[in-house]
């Protein structure tokens, strides 16, 4: 399947793209060249370039110089309206349809016919019928999408695009609310698609799909596109190199675990999320002192609101959560002061306030705690004595505390959630998606400072949809589907068993099977 | 760094301020030519009357002590996140607590025993006034800024009732209560102090509206309960997962802001009429809304706003004696003007002006 | 017998006269808020589209001018509001309380600057309000028993924008159903990124969408001053701006249901005007200060949700702007 180079057309040039917003060089002369009827994958860290570059080519934001030429011919993308007018269709990470049409109102919403629907849903539905049996994108038309799967939503995002007669379609971060077999369908259907001859771009941070889904790689790192290649001639400790500039540890050296006493117990867990469907279906499990346990799945199967319902964020219908033996309310309040802490999913959303300075946010949730005194005052000295020691544990960048929250990377403000909540010695330690959004030298201290409190005898339950990241730091693995814990694993166990199990084939099925 | 943030907090709250009402007064000018009138004269007349005399600055400063109240009212909630109208009702009522302990104990008593019982009652009557709407946002999630717009009319209704049929000067026709004997009455400041104010009704309330200055400043930046309102406003969710309760916050934060509205009263009735009277609050607490958000929920801020526009009151009540035909109404669109470039526009404005600023840091630099 | 049937079908006809404002506000807000803009501010805009036309059909003695100048100002204030909350992104409930302010202000002092009423303006001669729709055959069938009643005073007789309110509430319906603006704003109150993504303008959308609104307003501000009184009062909206929203979030943001809460406060209206001096037992002072306050506490019932949780548009309040 490896076109020559030479005979093979570039149906899609960028030159000497250069994009910057105020002092921060989000592109810096990035060229890139993608053929027709090809799967092209761009690699790199959070902040290295490739989401800006995208929207460069959607017509979100306008390039502060450089050219862009389809099929040979300089075009200018100035909004989204061009970028779909030259064949451009993205499905974007975080997918851009309205919750409560159906499927069909989603997909002509911008394409419409005319000023009345009832010509443009005749017309949509001859036209969705023709494709969905050419590249197998079956969907239910008059479903509402809040109702579909999440994998089955992704379609829709990629039926809309080809029914505008995408040729180039760009997809960000697909995979990270698929199942394992998910994943192979949807890299199906992208290979169909390149069969016929269409372009693919796929972006993605995970160097294992590069490896299985494309045909040709470029890496992006800090702003600059520094290398392109066919994928066969690369490996993934060479595109991680190229990623950071340097060797990196793909795997966290641990000693074996030796767990206590059972701190932590869940038994008959049962959660509704806001809307009232049943996300966490009688959930018990257990954490010894001094182990992990990981929570492997692909997002949207409970896990989310299993953590919040053990935080003390959501209340459960019925269940209880005892720690040392002993039975804790529902309340986050109460449930730090038993002993439990809570690094939450989402740092963002609900663990820091960024519009506070980073002392503020060093000591949110504990500042009533007894080390603090019982007077009503807030002693800004002693906020800035526990921000003070975690800037320097934790080698947080730039050392101010003072600064506004915002102004830190993702890995520095992740590394303050996890200070304060480990530094006041916590019993038990929930954590989510510890290193989403984190680069990669924060990544390895994360984990290490997580071995470490496990080392310390700490019982650790995370909660992660990075398999490698489970399986690297868990001791015992425990995989959830649609809201039940469907089996355990060791982290030794194979990643098609645990894909299975993530798939919601359970051990006796496989035994079977 | 320190002069940088010194500049920010300079533009914050006296320049962006100073711009705000200049803008609107600009604005106002132009409709005040509309109707055929001179907008210049009105602005003399303004000046005059709000600062050309003792008496004037008087009833700058005694209006702007109400507004105080409010403002701060206004500004308590805004930190958490609530966006309250109901200073004003909060306000009435809270005046009405007043003058049920002023007309208990004004003959029996001297005013400085009836103070704190009374400014405790219009605390208690104005929290309590506050309570339900707070209740019903923060367990119903039922919008704040109607809920307490129709507590307003309510209290309207409510008073009318109270004040003709309950606690009515008896053999009078007129909706309000008797006189305050002295025990009901607090001093004038030109009775304390050798400042001579003539007829203005300025009294030792301004002192007790700087103190709810003070307490407010403490408690927002300096208490851990105000922490914990300003993570609430910052971001509700991340409070609640830092334990911070949703409910108790904005209950507490609405309790306060009752409180101070209620306190108004004592400026109004104890220190100027002596008496209880239909609609004494005037609009006090829509103003209040104007002064929170032009001094940015900050208590220096809201006090130099609040002797802004108790410039304008007063200038007003001139402006309208010598020119009929502009009514009192201009401040209220002046207020409103005020509101939208402070509060929906105020990032057009900030921005420029910083651009301004650095612009300026910049050519310095150079030379 | 007659006695009775007469009472209901004056007190019916009063209530969806009284609730025409409401209705129209209503509507106006559904357009806005359904895109994602809230919008506070109907009560000051249709305060001052009253005043407009009120002083519109004085000067030129002509309804239909006081009904264009009142929709013209009504899209003014809209425009500001829009260019507040739309393109510079801020706070849309502080625009809508600021527009309230300012319409309460300007349109007293320019009622006693143009006209030296105290704050009104002139009785309007009845050639410059709106005529009465007879509808055809209306008195030749008055003599028949009940329905010739209920047609000739029920259906028949009202003025023309009693009519256009009513209607506009099945056009709305169909606008947001069946047509592709409706689609699109539907879309840009759920999920603006969507209709971005899309190549559509999400600010555009949002300004058509205040723009109808303000159309809507006007008509109701046209019809408080013109149609329904001889005149403008100050405050003569007295509230009901808020009780259209009321209205608007107890029927969950749609256009039918919004047209039966208005009813039931229009209906409470027209029964505190018939039992205006009515004693309930506990003295005629105390019922009448209740019967006024009735609007304003059943809007705060309605809102504290004893029917359900509302869930507003999603992306309501929320000013777009493109993800970094």
């Known amino acids: 399947m490896a076109a020559e180079i030479g005979s093979a057309r570039h149906v899609l040039e960028l030159s000497g793209i250069n994009k910057s917003f105020g002092p921060v060089v989000a592109n810096k002369d990035v060229n890139l060249s993608v053929k027709a009827g090809s799967i092209h994958g761009i690699v790199g860290e959070n902040g290295a370039g490739k989401s800006t570059l995208m929207s460069i080519l959607y017509g979100f934001y306008q390039a502060d110089s450089g050219t862009i030429r389809i099929d040979g011919r300089e075009v200018g993308i100035p909004d989204s309206r061009a970028a779909i007018a030259h064949g451009i269709g993205m499905v974007h990470q975080h997918f851009k349809l309205v919750e409560n049409f159906t499927v069909l109102e989603n997909i002509i919403l911008g394409a419409e016919e005319g000023a009345f629907l009832s010509s443009s849903r005749r017309k949509a539905r001859l036209e969705l019928q023709r494709l969905a049996k050419e590249y197998e994108l079956q969907v239910d038309l008059e479903a509402v999408t809040e109702d579909l799967p999440v994998g089955v939503q992704q379609r829709v995002e990629i039926l809309k695009a080809l029914y505008r007669q995408a040729r180039i379609l760009i997809l960000d971060e697909p995979t990270g609310v698929l199942t394992p077999s998910e994943a192979d369908h949807l890299f199906r259907i992208l290979r169909r698609l390149r069969d016929e001859g269409k372009s693919v771009i796929l972006i993605t941070h995970k160097l294992r799909e590069i490896m299985d889904a494309t045909d040709t790689v470029s890496v992006m790192r800090r702003g600059e596109l520094i290398a392109t290649a066919p994928t066969a001639s690369m490996t993934k400790e060479s595109l991680a190199e190229l990623m950071v500039g340097r060797r990196v540890l793909l795997r966290v050296d641990k000693s074996p675990s030796q767990p206590g006493e059972v701190v932590f117990d869940v038994k008959g867990l049962n959660v509704r999320d806001q809307r009232g469907v049943r996300m966490v279906k009688d959930v018990s499990l257990s954490v010894r002192a001094g182990e992990i346990v990981g929570i492997a799945g692909v997002a949207g199967n409970g896990q989310t609101e299993l953590l919040e319902a053990l935080a003390g964020n959501r209340v459960p219908d019925s269940g209880t959560v005892r720690l040392n033996g002993e039975e804790i309310a529902a309340d986050p309040f109460r449930r730090r002061a038993a002993g439990v802490a809570h690094v939450p999913e989402d740092r963002h959303a609900i663990g820091l306030i960024l519009s506070f300075p980073l002392r503020e946010n060093a000591s949110l949730g504990y500042h009533r705690r007894p080390e603090f005194g019982t007077s009503p005052m807030l002693k800004r000295s002693q906020l800035q004595h526990y921000a003070q020691d975690y800037i320097s544990d934790y080698d947080i960048r730039p050392p101010n505390p003072d600064l506004r929250t915002s102004l830190f990377s993702g890995g520095n403000q992740q590394k303050i959630v996890l200070a304060r909540e480990i530094e006041h010695d916590p019993e038990m330690l929930l954590v989510g998606q510890p290193t989403r959004g984190v680069d990669i030298g924060a990544i390895e201290f994360i984990h290490r400072r997580l071995i470490e409190l496990r080392d310390q005898n700490k019982a650790i339950l995370l909660v992660s949809v990075e398999l490698d990241e489970i399986r690297a730091l868990s001791d015992r693995i425990l995989v959830m589907f649609d809201g039940a814990i469907v089996g355990e694993a060791s982290p030794d166990a194979s990643e098609r068993e645990l894909g299975l199990l993530m798939a919601g084939v359970t051990q006796e099925d496989q035994g079977r099977g | ?367 | 017998m007659q006695e009775f049937l007469t009472t209901v079908i004056l007190l019916l006809s009063s209530t969806l006269r009284l609730s025409v404002p409401l209705v129209l506000c209503g509507l106006a807000g559904l357009f806005s808020e359904r895109s994602g803009v809230w919008d506070i501010g109907l009560e000051g805009k249709m305060l001052f589209a009253a005043f407009a036309a009120a002083a519109a059909a004085y000067q030129f003695d002509s309804a239909w001018v006081g009904l264009v100048f009142a929709i013209l100002v009504a899209v003014l204030l809209s425009l500001i509001h829009g260019f507040a909350s739309v393109t510079h992104q801020g706070n849309q409930i502080i625009s809508g309380v600021a527009i309230n302010f300012i319409s309460s202000g300007l349109t007293v002092l320019l009622a006693v600057g143009w006209f030296a009423l105290g704050g009104r303006t002139p009785q309007l001669q009845p050639e410059a309000r709106f005529p009465t729709v007879i509808l055809p055959f209306a008195e030749e069938m008055r003599p028949v028993p009940v329905l010739g009643a209920i047609y000739a005073d029920l259906i028949s007789g009202y003025n023309i924008l009693v009519y256009v309110a009513f209607a506009a509430v099945p056009v709305t319906w169909w606008v947001f159903h069946h047509t592709r603006f409706g689609l699109r704003l539907r879309a840009v109150g759920e999920n603006p990124a969507a209709v971005d993504t899309a190549g559509i303008s999400v600010d555009w959308l949002r300004y058509r969408a205040l723009l109808c609104g303000a159309i809507l307003c006007g008509i109701a501000g046209a019809y408080l001053s013109i149609a329904q009184s001889a005149g403008f009062v100050r405050e003569m909206s007295a509230g009901k701006g808020y009780m259209a929203l009321a209205a608007l979030i107890f029927a969950k943001w749609r256009p039918v249901p919004v047209l039966f809460a208005c009813l039931l406060f229009g209906f409470l209206e027209a029964l505190s005007i018939r039992f205006q001096a009515f004693d309930f037992g506990l003295g005629p002072a105390l019922s009448t200060q209740i019967v006024q306050s009735l609007p304003y506490v059943l809007t705060v019932v309605l809102l504290a949700g004893f029917m359900g949780r509302a869930i507003p548009p999603k992306a309501g309040g929320i000013p777009y702007t493109k993800e970094r």
């Not at chain 2, 500004?75 to 003058?99: D, K």
């Not at chain 2, 400041?189 to 301004?206: H, K, R």
């Open chain 2, 1 to 367: 760094m320190a002069s940088f943030l010194n500049i920010r907090q300079i533009v914050d709250f006296a320049i962006l301020p100073l711009m705000n009402v200049a803008v609107a007064l600009l604005i106002s000018g132009l409709v005040v030519l509309f109707v055929g009138q001179n907008p210049l004269e009105a602005v003399g007349y303004l000046v005059s009357g709000a600062l050309g005399s003792g008496e004037g600055i008087g009833f700058t400063l005694y209006f702007a002590t109400s507004f105080m109240f409010t403002g701060l009212a206004v500004a308590v909630a805004s930190h958490a996140g609530l966006f309250t109208i109901g200073a004003e009702g909060q306000a009435y009522l809270g005046g009405l607590g007043i003058a049920l302990v002023c007309l208990a104990l004004d003959k029996v008593v001297p005013w400085y025993v009836t103070l704190v019982p009374a400014a405790m009652a219009g605390m208690l009557f104005g929290a309590a006034w506050a309570f339900i709407p707070a209740y019903l946002q923060a367990r119903r999630g039922s919008h704040l800024v109607i809920t307490t717009i129709m507590f307003n009319f309510i209290a309207s209704s409510v008073m009318i009732y109270v004040l003709v049929n309950l606690i009515k000067e008896p053999g009078s026709m007129a909706p309000q209560t008797r006189l305050f004997d002295a025990g009901g009455l607090v001093p004038k400041l030109g009775e304390i102090l050798p400042v001579d104010i003539g007829t203005a009704p300025l009294n030792i309330s301004l002192f007790i509206a700087i103190a709810a200055a003070v307490f407010v400043w403490v408690l927002i930046w300096k208490t851990k309960l105000g922490f914990e309102i300003r993570a609430t406003g910052a971001n509700p969710a991340a409070a609640r997962n830092a334990g911070i309760g949703y409910v108790k916050i904005t209950i507490v934060c609405m309790l306060i802001s009752g409180a101070l509205a209620g306190l108004a009263g004592v400026n109004i009735l104890m220190g100027d009429l002596g008496k209880l009277q239909l609609d004494f609050p005037a609009g006090i607490g829509l103003v209040g809304v104007a002064v929170a958000l032009m001094g940015r929920g900050h208590p220096v801020g809201i006090a130099v706003a609040s002797v802004l526009f108790g410039v304008l009151y007063q200038g007003g009540a001139e402006i309208s004696f010598w020119m009929p035909n502009i009514t009192r109404e201009l401040i209220m669109l002046i207020q409103g003007l005020v509101i939208l470039f402070a509060g929906a526009l105020s990032l057009m404005f900030r921005s420029s002006v910083y651009s301004l600023v650095d612009l300026f840091r910049f050519s310095k630099r150079e030379a």
